[in-house]
Structures are given as C-alpha cells and as structure tokens.
C-alpha cells in the first residue's frame, strides 16, 4: 500500500474512530434520572393542589375550625415550583416556560383568593356561630321583663320577626339568594321598627343581631364567588398542560438519543441489528407502559379526590343522623333511648366516686287542657318553654330529656344531700308553674315531680331502668298528693348513710309551700 492510501486508511480509522466517540457520547448524553425526578416533582405538586383543594372545602363547610392546613402546603409548593423552572433548561421552545408562568400565574391567584376566603369565611363563620344562641338569648328575654314591659302585639311581632329571621338565615347559608336576601332585609327592617318599643338595651341586642346578619349577607355570596373564581383559575389544567409538554420534549430527547443509538448498533455491525430491534420493542413497551401509568396516576388522584369529597359528605350526614336519633325534634333535648345511656354511665362514675345520683320524673298537670282548648300548636309551644326554662335553671353537666308526651326527666349528679335535689325540684316547679302564656294564648300548668336517687355503688347494682322506675311510681304519689309538688322515692339515697334509707312521701305541701 503506498503512502497516501496509508494516510487515506489512517484518516478514515480517525474519521471512525470520531464518529464512534460522537455516536457513543449522543446516546449517553441523556440524564433520565433527572428528566424523572422532573415529572415526579410535577406529580406531587398536583397532588398538594388537590389537597389545597380538600382543605379549602373542608374549611368552606367548617369542618376544619383553623386555617392551618390552607397554609400548610405553599411552602412545599413553592419549592417544587423552582425544581420545576430549573428544569426548564432541559426543554426546548418557548412552550413549556409559557405553560410554567401561566401555572404560576394560576397559583398566585388562588393563593390570594384563598387570602380573601380566609378573612371573610372568619367574619361570616363567627356570624354564623353567634346569630342562633344569640336569637334564642333574645326571644327569653322577650318572655321576661322586656316583654311584660311592652303591649303583647308587639312582642308577638318581634318574635315572630326573630323566627323568620334565624330560619331565613340558615337557609341562605345553605343556598343564597337574591330574593331570600331581600327577604331577610324586610325582617331587619321589621326588628329595627318593633325593637324602638324596648328599652335601649333591647335595641343594642337588635343592632348586634342586624350587624351580624348582614355579615352574612355580604359575606356568603362573596365566599361562593371566591369559591367558584378559586375553581377556575385553572391550576390543575396549567399543570396538566406543563405535564404533557415536559413529556412530549422528554420524549423528543429520548426519540434523539434513539436515532443515535439505532446509527451506533447499525455501525456496530449485523449482529447489532437484531439487538436494536429488541432495544426498539423494549423501548416501545415502556413508553406505551409510561403512558398507561400516567393515566392510572390521574385516574388514581381524581378517585382519591372523589372518596375524600364523599368522605367528607358522609360524616357531616351521620352527624346529622347521630343528633336527630339522640334528640327530641321538639325540644331540642335529649331523647329516651340516649338519656338511658347517660344515666347509666352517670351510675358507674357515682359508683367509682362514691358519689350520689339522683333522677327526677315529672309530667305536667294541666297540659291535657291545653291541647284540648288551644290545640296541639299551643301545646308544642308550652312543650318548648318547658324544656327552655327548665334547661336554663340546671347546670352545664345535668342532664334533661323528653322522654314522651308532656313527660320529661332530669338527671343530677353529685347532689351532696336531699335537700340539694329538693330545691332543684322546687326550682323547676317554679320555671314549669311561671309559664302563663303560649302563642297569645294563657295556660296554666304546673308539674307532678318524682325523685329517686341512688349512692355509690347501689345505683350500678339497681341499674339506671330501675332507678327512672322509682322516680316515675314517685311521681304518681305526688299527683295522688293534689299535683303541683313534688315527692320522693322510698328507696331514695343519700350521701349521709351507706345503707338504704327510708324517706317517707313528701307531699306538695310538705315541700313545696304549695
């Protein structure tokens, strides 16, 4: 061979051995560890916003009382949004840094939305808390020296102002409308005329009431528009968006570093073929494997987000179901089946303590003549003062449940001695006997009282069934004693003797004064 094909064999070696060391250096230049870590990134970062997303829902239905977990995921947010923007420079075209600042953009405006929903869903919730204890507080005093004050049409006016005003309320907490709004308006407007018959500080509880009924107002329609704009700010489009572009550019890169690979197998030789078909197939596998995956991942996230939607739907209606078994619709108060409960339990804390526990049955007298010249309506309305003023005069850990008809039960704890529960007996014969009228109607009623107690231990081994049994044979012999009073369980115990003590009837006269 002379010395210029030597040259010409020589360069051609350089020349392959070049192209070699491009071809090899093309297809190992791709980072897929980093071009994962990058979709991962973008994974979680969709899953925080669905969380976001719960928590805003959560804290719209007040099922969570702070605001922490609104705030919660942003500062991880952040940090996945500058991984994100970083990887960036693995992309080509302005495509994918569009998409970024419009998710971005997106995200910035939730964030202030969710700022603005923070501050009025605060105004509109302590609204929502106050209006319904603070009604009620009202309509008592309406019964009391306010209302003895003022002409009887007047303060029927009043509340019946307050009724629809509680009911409207609530009701557009749930579903606002322009019409109920004007409604609740006129209601306003009605208070702030009939309270100018009261004395000023009737008026100032008027203006606290209006105050915090418009906040509601104001405030429920404008959270609903900060809800719907928060929907549609199209952050988890925007993400969708940046995702598909990520994996398009991904896939271009990994499509190049193909053709380079398949060029370096072709040089290779024959034999490299049948290796490059198989790279190829296992190549497609795992895109098409990638492809399914992801769309198991949104198929995952949208059934996560479902089962917490309906989560949270079911709970808030088994507390619904859990207080309408427990309570009595009338009265609010507690019903048969689950005073039964709290007395049981009552007697096992009596019997680790050693302390006393004393049950009161008692049935109106007079209540029958009611219905029968007012009706049932009058009746329901006495049923409900009832269960107020006794309520108002027991305390905070006392138990008090309708138990049927115009019967009702009260349960003591820790009554030091006879006299104790006697003057709570005598206290809800006041309340019962101070009732004088029920929707403009005048009634008079009063109470037949029975009192069974049990000490310490004696009260489990009776069991809590026995125990309303003796109160309730009580308060038949004080309704065979001339009604109106109260009388005492012949089995009744007392902290003052560690064994059974008798205690003969106490007739209205006896203890009452009647």
Same mark, same amino acid.
């Given at each position: 061979?002379?010395?210029?094909?030597?040259?010409?064999?020589?360069?051609?070696?350089?020349?392959?051995?070049?192209?070699?060391?491009?071809?090899?250096?093309?297809?190992?230049?791709?980072?897929?560890?980093?071009?994962?870590?990058?979709?991962?990134?973008?994974?979680?970062?969709?899953?925080?916003?669905?969380?976001?997303?719960?928590?805003?829902?959560?804290?719209?239905?007040?099922?969570?009382?702070?605001?922490?977990?609104?705030?919660?995921?942003?500062?991880?947010?952040?940090?996945?949004?500058?991984?994100?923007?970083?990887?960036?420079?693995?992309?080509?075209?302005?495509?994918?840094?569009?998409?970024?600042?419009?998710?971005?953009?997106?995200?910035?405006?939730?964030?202030?939305?969710?700022?603005?929903?923070?501050?009025?869903?605060?105004?509109?919730?302590?609204?929502?808390?106050?209006?319904?204890?603070?009604?009620?507080?009202?309509?008592?005093?309406?019964?009391?020296?306010?209302?003895?004050?003022?002409?009887?049409?007047?303060?029927?006016?009043?509340?019946?102002?307050?009724?629809?005003?509680?009911?409207?309320?609530?009701?557009?907490?749930?579903?606002?409308?322009?019409?109920?709004?004007?409604?609740?308006?006129?209601?306003?407007?009605?208070?702030?005329?009939?309270?100018?018959?009261?004395?000023?500080?009737?008026?100032?509880? *008027?203006?606290?009431?209006?105050?915090?009924?418009?906040? *509601?107002?104001?405030?429920?329609?404008?959270?609903?528009?900060?809800?719907?704009?928060?929907?549609? #700010?199209?952050?988890?489009?925007?993400?969708?968006?940046?995702?598909?572009?990520?994996?398009?550019?991904?896939?271009?890169?990994?499509?190049?570093?193909?053709?380079?690979?398949?060029?370096?197998?072709?040089?290779?030789?024959?034999?490299?073929?049948?290796?490059?078909?198989?790279?190829?197939?296992?190549?497609?596998?795992?895109?098409?494997?990638?492809?399914?995956?992801?769309?198991?991942?949104?198929?995952?996230?949208?059934?996560?987000?479902?089962?917490?939607?309906?989560?949270?739907?079911?709970?808030?209606?088994?507390?619904?179901?859990?207080?309408?078994?427990?309570?009595?619709?009338?009265?609010?108060?507690?019903?048969?089946?689950?005073?039964?409960?709290?007395?049981?339990?009552?007697?096992?804390?009596?019997?680790?303590?050693? #302390?006393?526990?004393?049950?009161?049955?008692?049935?109106?007298?007079?209540?029958?003549?009611?219905?029968?010249?007012?009706?049932?309506?009058?009746?329901?309305?006495?049923?409900?003062?009832?269960?107020?003023?006794?309520?108002?005069?027991?305390?905070?850990?006392?138990?008090?449940?309708?138990?049927?008809?115009?019967?009702?039960?009260?349960?003591?704890?820790?009554?030091?001695?006879?006299?104790?529960?006697?003057?709570?007996?005598?206290?809800?014969?006041?309340?019962?006997?101070?009732?004088?009228?029920?929707?403009?109607?005048?009634?008079?009623?009063?109470?037949?009282?029975?009192?069974?107690?049990?000490?310490?231990?004696?009260?489990?081994?009776?069991?809590?069934? #026995?125990?309303?049994?003796?109160?309730?044979?009580?308060?038949?012999?004080?309704?065979?004693?001339?009604?109106?009073?109260?009388?005492?369980?012949?089995?009744?115990?007392?902290?003052?003797?560690?064994?059974?003590?008798?205690?003969?009837?106490?007739?209205?006269?006896?203890? #009452?004064?009647?």
């Amino acid at each position: 061979m002379s010395a210029r094909g030597r040259i010409a064999v020589i360069l051609m070696l350089i020349l392959l051995a070049v192209l070699l060391g491009f071809l090899f250096n093309r297809t190992t230049a791709v980072d897929l560890g980093a071009q994962n870590r990058v979709m991962l990134n973008l994974r979680e970062l969709e899953k925080l916003d669905a969380e976001w997303n719960v928590n805003i829902l959560r804290s719209r239905l007040g099922l969570d009382t702070g605001y922490e977990a609104l705030a919660a995921p942003l500062p991880r947010i952040r940090q996945l949004q500058a991984s994100l923007h970083d990887a960036l420079s693995m992309t080509r075209g302005l495509a994918a840094p569009q998409a970024f600042e419009q998710m971005n953009a997106a995200l910035r405006e939730k964030e202030r939305l969710v700022e603005q929903f923070k501050l009025g869903n605060a105004v509109l919730r302590e609204a929502l808390v106050y209006l319904p204890p603070a009604i009620t507080d009202f309509k008592t005093d309406l019964n009391g020296i306010e209302g003895a004050l003022v002409p009887a049409r007047t303060v029927l006016a009043l509340d019946g102002a307050l009724n629809a005003l509680l009911a409207d309320i609530l009701r557009f907490n749930l579903a606002p409308d322009i019409a109920l709004a004007l409604q609740i308006e006129n209601t306003l407007g009605t208070m702030l005329i009939q309270a100018a018959a009261f004395s000023p500080a009737a008026g100032e509880k *008027v203006g606290l009431l209006l105050r915090h009924a418009r906040a *509601v107002l104001r405030y429920r329609p404008l959270e609903r528009a900060i809800d719907v704009a928060i929907r549609s #700010t199209g952050s988890t489009e925007s993400m969708d968006r940046l995702g598909r572009l990520f994996n398009n550019q991904f896939d271009e890169v990994l499509l190049q570093k193909q053709r380079y690979r398949s060029w370096l197998f072709a040089y290779s030789g024959v034999l490299l073929l049948l290796l490059i078909y198989v790279a190829r197939r296992l190549v497609r596998s795992y895109r098409i494997i990638g492809v399914v995956n992801q769309r198991l991942r949104g198929a995952n996230e949208t059934l996560e987000m479902r089962v917490a939607e309906r989560t949270a739907e079911l709970k808030a209606q088994s507390l619904q179901l859990e207080k309408l078994a427990h309570h009595d619709g009338l009265t609010g108060l507690v019903n048969y089946a689950y005073f039964i409960r709290m007395l049981d339990q009552a007697l096992v804390r009596a019997a680790r303590r050693g #302390t006393t526990v004393v049950v009161m049955f008692f049935d109106l007298d007079g209540f029958k003549a009611v219905n029968d010249t007012f009706g049932h309506g009058t009746g329901d309305l006495v049923l409900q003062a009832v269960a107020r003023r006794v309520r108002d005069k027991l305390r905070a850990e006392d138990g008090l449940a309708r138990i049927g008809g115009d019967e009702f039960v009260i349960l003591l704890e820790e009554v030091g001695t006879r006299e104790g529960a006697t003057r709570v007996a005598q206290q809800t014969l006041d309340q019962i006997c101070g009732i004088t009228e029920a929707g403009g109607n005048p009634v008079a009623i009063s109470a037949s009282i029975g009192i069974s107690s049990a000490h310490g231990r004696s009260g489990a081994v009776r069991g809590g069934a #026995t125990l309303l049994a003796e109160a309730d044979q009580a308060m038949y012999c004080a309704k065979q004693a001339g009604k109106a009073g109260f009388c005492l369980s012949e089995r009744a115990e007392w902290r003052a003797s560690a064994s059974l003590q008798t205690a003969a009837p106490y007739p209205a006269s006896a203890e #009452t004064g009647a």
